[in-house]
């Protein structure tokens, strides 16, 4: 039997010629998660103006510009009812930011969404964002793209796992939409939604964003949609610059992750339906817009104030604390709303604050390290920050600074969390993730470095009498042996359950082995297969030995089960685990390790 672990058959991928079928795909879902972006970017500013200037107009009108003074509280208060009523005899699926939904349709649900999410979260995020929730609109446009390629994906017959492939490109297109970061979306697509590293998934993906993002400029969207020139020279000052903004960076991520699931712990102890509790979020929503106009809606004004350095110190350390404050209760409220520019926003009022104390840089360069490495840290995906922020700027004589503060930010969130604020809702709902890809030490083992190689066996011509007498006997040792001719060819296994399907069949005790096996097929497995392979014959055959025999004359070689399957998971944990050096000292605390693990 041919298997895709015969060494002839052995290639770097598994990939095959299906994956084009797949790539031809996402061009229509990225088209369809274009549009869809398109048509979220226009709700929100048609909610807006509806919301708070009373107009059915597509013009960009500013929150702050609203004539309706204090009577702006009730705005988001009227806008979170509206989420609440849709969320409750919609669909649950678009409360929160969107991402942990997908991750969670992703690895639980078989990577499908229904129609009803592809309609509603953008139109409930349009609406909580026009109404001044201060979200962004990429959370719900990944979640909203998503769905749309897990829709088409379903209309088609596909594997579940080209269906997650489709669902992803579909989520790349939509953040390609709303930022023009192609790049950035493969990125989010490699270190958050895929949970794999293959060609299978990384062509469509990168096709649906690439087409993306040739589509949206014929459209003539803008990108870079926030232009930066400044840089700052690398040296060794600069770097002690670079980390300790990541490290504050990562403290913040920390920060706002607990606050808003101790908001959303508080909301669980309400006496009352979750259907109000956005309406709470809302009214603390309202009355902060009142002491920080520029917190409410998406806030891009804000990006580009502090990247041209005319955002001051006093007035980014309000915009941080107020945006931090009603981000936090109102998405732990669970309305519907993005991470991603709160984010930005929220790390970059805090690079404006500590500019005064960091060595000179061009205006708004610690601003957009901050932004990065906030949203790095947050999220867990500092390769996603590092290249979002270069798209967003077109400035790529900024990737060491950006690349250093996030990669400080991930190691203290790493350190000092458990789980990102996307995956602790997927925590909390009893599923444990992780996110860190490995090389299966399967795909690297040969059978023949794990085989038994003194076997015993049986031969053809012992009698069925002979064969029950030798596996009752106190002295065997195993419960089942190979059978092998005079040519030490394997004929077949024998254990107990073998020799009663043959005495209650009738057979005669005096009948041989041989002639008991005689056309019988045989599972057997090589010396120089991968255990990836012998793993999936095991499970065929429903066996938990297999002989091995040579691939020239097919003679026993060895025996392998999965005892011997699992001491390579073993060994394999203890690479990780023990640590020795080159004289050998830390041997003999490694030693009473392993004596403290064996009683």
Same mark, same amino acid.
């Given at each position: 039997m041919k298997t895709h672990s015969d060494p002839g058959r052995l290639r770097d991928f598994t990939?095959?010629?299906?994956?084009?079928?797949?790539a031809a795909i996402a061009v229509v879902v990225a088209t369809a998660g274009l549009f869809a972006g398109i048509a979220l970017l226009k709700l929100i500013r048609l909610a807006t103006n509806i919301a708070y200037f009373g107009q059915f107009s597509l013009a960009d009108m500013?929150?702050?510009?609203?004539?309706?003074?204090?009577?702006?509280v009730v705005v988001p208060v009227i806008g979170a009812l509206i989420i609440g009523l849709m969320a409750r005899y919609g669909s649950e699926k678009i409360r929160g930011h969107g991402i942990p939904e997908a991750i969670e349709a992703i690895l639980l649900g078989r990577s499908r969404l229904d129609a009803k999410v592809a309609i509603l979260k953008p139109l409930s995020s349009a609406i909580s964002i026009g109404s001044g929730g201060p979200f962004g609109a990429e959370g719900p446009i990944i979640m909203t793209g998503g769905a749309i390629g897990s829709l088409i994906a379903q209309m088609l017959p596909v594997s579940d796992n080209e269906r997650k492939t489709l669902l992803v490109a579909g989520a790349a297109a939509g953040m390609t939409t709303v930022f023009g970061t192609p790049i950035a979306a493969i990125m989010l697509a490699v270190e958050l939604l895929l949970f794999e590293w293959t060609p299978r998934s990384f062509i469509p993906v990168a096709v649906a964003a690439i087409i993306a993002e040739v589509e949206r400029t014929m459209l003539l969207m803008p990108g870079p949609i926030f232009p930066f020139q400044g840089t700052m020279a690398i040296s060794f000052v600069g770097l002690c610059g670079w980390v300790l903004v990541g490290i504050c960076a990562g403290l913040l991520s920390g920060l706002l992750t607990q606050m808003v699931y101790a908001c959303e712990d508080g909301?669980?102890? $309400?006496?009352?339906?979750?259907?109000?509790?956005?309406?709470?979020?809302?009214?603390?929503?309202?009355?902060?817009? $009142?002491?920080?106009? =520029?917190?409410?809606?998406?806030?891009?004004?804000?990006?580009?104030?502090?990247?041209?350095?005319?955002?001051?110190?006093?007035?980014?350390?309000?915009?941080?604390?107020?945006k931090a404050i009603i981000w936090s209760v109102a998405l732990g409220s669970g309305t519907s709303g993005g991470v991603l520019a709160p984010l930005l926003i929220m790390g970059g009022a805090m690079g404006a604050v500590l500019a005064?104390?960091?060595?000179?840089?061009?205006?708004?360069?610690?601003?957009?390290?901050?932004?990065?490495?906030?949203?790095?840290?947050?999220?867990?995906?500092?390769?996603?920050?590092t290249f979002f922020a270069v798209e967003l700027t077109g400035n790529t004589h900024v990737l060491v600074p950006l690349?250093?503060?996030?990669?400080?930010?991930?190691?203290?969130?790493?350190?000092?969390?458990?789980?990102?604020?996307?995956?602790?809702?997927?925590?909390?709902?009893?599923?444990?993730?992780?996110?860190?890809?490995?090389?299966?030490?399967?795909?690297?083992?040969?059978?023949?470095?794990?085989?038994?190689? =003194?076997?015993?066996s049986v031969p053809a011509t012992m009698t069925l009498h002979g064969a029950a007498a030798f596996l009752t006997a106190p002295e065997t040792r195993h419960p089942s042996f190979p059978v092998i001719d005079e040519s030490r060819q394997v004929l077949g296994l024998i254990d107990p359950p073998a020799i009663l399907r043959w005495r209650r069949a009738g057979k005669h005790r005096t009948t041989t082995l041989g002639e008991l096996l005689a056309g019988s097929k045989v599972t057997l497995a090589y010396p120089d297969e991968y255990l990836e392979g012998l793993s999936d014959k095991l499970l065929m055959a429903n066996v938990s030995h297999l002989p091995v025999v040579t691939r020239e004359g097919l003679q026993l070689a060895g025996y392998v089960g999965w005892k011997d399957l699992m001491r390579v998971r073993s060994r394999k944990q203890a690479e990780e685990r023990e640590r020795s050096t080159l004289l050998g000292f830390g041997t003999r605390r490694r030693k009473k390790a392993d004596a403290a693990e064996s009683v």
């Open positions: 990939t095959d010629a299906r994956v084009l079928l797949v500013k929150l702050q510009d609203t004539p309706l003074g204090l009577a702006a909301f669980q102890k $309400l006496p009352i339906h979750w259907m109000w509790w956005p309406m709470l979020g809302g009214l603390l929503v309202g009355i902060g817009g $009142l002491i920080e106009p =520029q917190a409410l809606g998406v806030g891009y004004d804000n990006i580009a104030d502090m990247l041209d350095g005319r955002t001051i110190a006093a007035a980014a350390l309000m915009l941080l604390v107020v005064g104390i960091l060595p000179a840089a061009d205006p708004g360069f610690w601003a957009l390290l901050a932004m990065a490495a906030t949203m790095g840290g947050t999220m867990r995906a500092p390769l996603t920050a690349i250093a503060a996030c990669a400080a930010a991930n190691a203290v969130t790493v350190l000092l969390m458990k789980r990102s604020i996307l995956t602790e809702k997927i925590a909390r709902r009893g599923h444990h993730l992780v996110r860190e890809y490995r090389v299966d030490p399967f795909a690297l083992t040969r059978v023949r470095e794990v085989m038994t190689s =003194q076997v015993e």
